[in-house]
């Protein structure tokens, strides 16, 4: 079946470091790929999405690209602000699923000024 | 643009009593739609998904049910609260297609006492 493994947290550093959250996946089909995050108490926002191989998302100084043959959306920003502080989730949607989302366990980032 | 509303946004319930949380979409005809529910600290369970009026697949065997009486709204029941019930729900909407991501509601902190 399916699966989403993401690097454990929490990952602790300071503003204006480098982030890097790993995410790994495995798929039957040819799955789109997609990073979600949580701030404290809120539902999930949609950070950005890979449909493809070799596609990269970006959006609000995140990047991930699509690596079909290392099965990995790693996820990254080059200056992490404190704002940045949150659970981010790594998910895939597999062909013919529905829109069916199978999530990774989620990475807290904590961000101190 | 379609927005996705939860409510209520917390509850507090006693063990035994029933249960009822509403999701409504708007701005979108024939969305899937997704309940999920989240443990403090940990990950997304899928619970429900609807592709359709009154189709609702079941993902976990569980205390719970959904219904889908209109195309743009999604209900989450339960006729005896347990404690384990308590947590983090979620509802979401995707078009249908596999490369679309879900959008979230703001979701309810349930907690039973």
């Known amino acids: 079946g399916n699966s989403v493994t993401q690097m454990e947290g929490p990952v602790t550093l300071s503003e204006e470091a480098f982030l890097t959250i790993n995410c790994t996946y495995t798929?039957?089909?040819?799955?789109?790929l997609f990073w979600y995050v949580q701030y404290p108490g809120e539902g999930l926002q949609l950070l950005l999405k890979a449909t493809k191989a070799d596609d990269k998302g970006s959006n609000k100084g995140f990047e991930a690209t699509y690596r079909k043959e290392t099965t990995s959306f790693h996820l990254e920003k080059g200056s992490v602000q404190v704002s940045d502080s949150a659970v981010y989730f790594c998910a895939l949607s597999d062909s013919d699923s529905w829109g069916k989302l199978q999530f990774g366990a989620g990475t807290q980032v904590v961000v101190t000024p | 643009s379609q927005t996705i509303h939860q409510w209520p946004a917390t509850l507090v319930q006693p063990v035994g009593s029933p249960l009822s949380l509403e999701c409504t979409v708007e701005?979108?005809?024939?969305?899937?739609l997704y309940w999920y529910r989240q443990a403090a600290g940990r990950g997304l369970q899928l619970l429900f998904y609807s592709v359709g009026i009154g189709q609702i697949s079941s993902e976990v065997p569980q205390n719970l049910s959904a219904s889908r009486p209109q195309d743009r709204q999604f209900i989450l029941s339960s006729k005896k609260l347990l404690l384990s019930d308590s947590g983090f729900y979620l509802c979401a909407w995707s078009e249908d297609r596999d490369d679309q991501p879900q959008h979230f509601g703001d979701g309810t902190r349930l907690s039973i006492l």
């Open positions: 798929a039957t089909g040819y799955p789109s």
């Open positions: 701005g979108t005809s024939n969305p899937n």
